[in-house]
């Protein structure tokens, strides 16, 4: 999987949004752009993903650059539980063996301040 | 809802120990996964499972087994548990290969395990 670049922290103000950014200028045609969150002593969970169009679900949207080089997951008004660390992953179109697992970055550390 | 359940949160074991991590799915997926999580090195995966019995190496497998006798349960056992296997484990699970770049991985809530 191609890789990505996400600033290591941000922060933002309660009941604010926030645009996470993603950098990913390698992605190929096929990659999909997924995005998890891992709050404090949790496991990972599924945020959102997209291909080319920008995409709303319950938790966020996902807005994709016109040329897919770059990415931003937002939260509409930030709450202090989301309050996470925010991973951007790119998945190819065939993934086989090992592949199948998830690779995760650095990822940027949010930040909510009451 | 979903879940993937961890038979513990926290455990502190021994050197030379063997430890059982235990990992429940239901939602009756086919592929499971075991990964470590360690502060600057992300998540790195030990192991991973498609199918009953059925077993794959990952990125870091030495020093781990796993087990996969139902389908709902996919065990990491630590033959001889040492100081460097201290780390977060966490578990997940995912359907069957559709077409991966869509495809949504489940996560437990992870077992902080302490080898002392």
């Known amino acids: 999987d191609a890789k990505t670049t996400q600033p290591n922290s941000m922060e933002s103000n309660e009941e604010e949004p926030v645009h996470l950014p993603c950098n990913h200028s390698?992605?190929?045609?096929?990659?999909?752009i997924h995005w998890y969150r891992q709050l404090p002593s949790q496991g990972p969970e599924y945020v959102i993903h997209?291909?080319?169009s920008n995409v709303n679900n319950r938790m966020a949207s996902l807005a994709i650059a016109e040329d897919r080089k770059s990415s931003t997951l937002i939260l509409h008004r930030a709450t202090l539980r989301d309050a996470a660390v925010y991973y951007c992953?790119?998945?190819?179109?065939?993934?086989?063996?090992?592949?199948?697992?998830?690779?995760f970055g650095s990822g940027t550390q949010l930040t909510v301040l009451p | 809802d979903v879940k993937v359940t961890q038979s513990s949160r926290y455990l502190v074991k021994r050197t030379g120990e063997k430890v059982f991590l235990e990992c429940v799915q239901d939602?009756?997926?086919?592929?499971m996964f075991w990964y470590r999580q360690d502060p600057g090195l992300g998540l790195r995966l030990i192991y991973f499972?498609?199918?009953?019995?059925?077993?794959e190496k990952g990125d870091i497998p030495e020093g781990y087994s796993v087990s996969r006798e139902k389908k709902e349960r996919f065990s990491l056992i630590l033959e001889s548990a040492s100081t460097n296997q201290t780390s977060m484990y966490l578990c997940?699970?995912?359907?069957?290969?559709?077409?991966?770049?869509?495809?949504?991985?489940?996560f437990g809530p992870g077992t902080r395990l302490t080898v002392l």
């Open positions: 390698t992605i190929s045609g096929t990659d999909y």
């Open positions: 939602m009756d997926h086919e592929n």
């Open positions: 997209g291909l080319t």
């Open positions: 499972s498609y199918d009953v019995k059925m077993k």
């Open positions: 997940a699970s995912r359907a069957r290969d559709r077409i991966p770049s869509t495809d949504t991985q489940y």
């Open positions: 992953i790119l998945r190819a179109l065939i993934s086989s063996g090992s592949a199948r697992q998830l690779t």
